[in-house]
């Protein structure tokens, strides 16, 4: 769904560093040591999730939304998109391009505002065209990138993670495990069992080997968001978890008069996702949620825009 930024991503990735790296690993945690608010949890349903693609928006953006005459936020959750998953036949590690490198070594300016306000941010995470992706990985792989993520989600104070399974390329390269739903479902499993990631969001695009998810991963999950446009959840799937509507925001679709007509029967389930929002006012779709489902209320943009400063 993301294609148009990946070809600087790949470029980029020569240059990328990963969270497993103990210099990385030292300077975000220094950085996640910064005095933490306590968050105030949002009771508004459906959640509010955006994905910002931070190779151009600064996500601080996404704190200037409140609903009018109040101080409470919009947006619920921030995915910071996008990370990825490299490897081999044998090997498999996260990495960051330069972007998501400074973003997260700069925490305390770029992530803990928006905490602050009681928006959750997560780690986005993508293929990255290596032949390995989150539905071929062994055994001992599964193990080794449950453990970065989580190793990376503590170092840097985050709140979860987001999982799409986009630009592996699988069949790339010989000699990995047939790609399955089986497969990324232990992987889902195996990162939910982890110590470090108790209370902490795991989230999935609803796309690739994620359709093939087992039961197991279902319940791990936190929310998962279905490709543009209305759709109803998968079989063993609550409602409190699915996003009905995936809106891709810059490209316009599903268009304005679908999404009005989806708002007004939208109980019931749990969230709402807007991939792409920008560094300029979206109250205008936000609003006919706010009207039909968030109790009549009004958002409002605060005006201020954040430059892409690093």
Known sequence: MKKLLFAAIAIMAVFATSCSN???????SQDAQGTN???????KTPKLTTYIETNDINPLNMGEYTFAGTDEQVVDHVILFASNIRGTVSTVELYHN????YILNNRNTLIKPLQDKGIKVLLGLLGDHTGVGFANLT???ITSFANQVAD??????????????EYAEYGKISGTPSPSGTNFSALITALRANPK????????????????FNQNAKDALDYMWPNF??????????????????????????????IKAASKVYSGYGAIMMFNVRDYDASTTMNYFASNVWGGKTVSWSGTSYPKNY
């Open 22 to 28: 103990s210099e990385d690993l030292a300077v975000a």
């Open 37 to 43: 608010a306590t968050r105030s949890v949002g009771v």
């Open 98 to 101: 330069p972007n998501q490198t």
């Open 139 to 141: 055994s001992s792989q």
């Open 152 to 165: 990376c989600i503590e170092a840097n104070g985050l709140d979860g993670v987001d999982f799409d399974d």
């Open 197 to 212: 990631m108790s209370g902490k969001l795991i989230t999935a695009f609803y796309y690739g080997y994620a359709t093939g």
């Open 229 to 258: 446009g209305v759709s109803n959840a998968p079989s063993g799937f609550a409602n409190s978890k699915w996003a009905k509507m995936s809106i891709q925001y810059t490209q316009g679709y599903p268009g304005a008069s679908t």
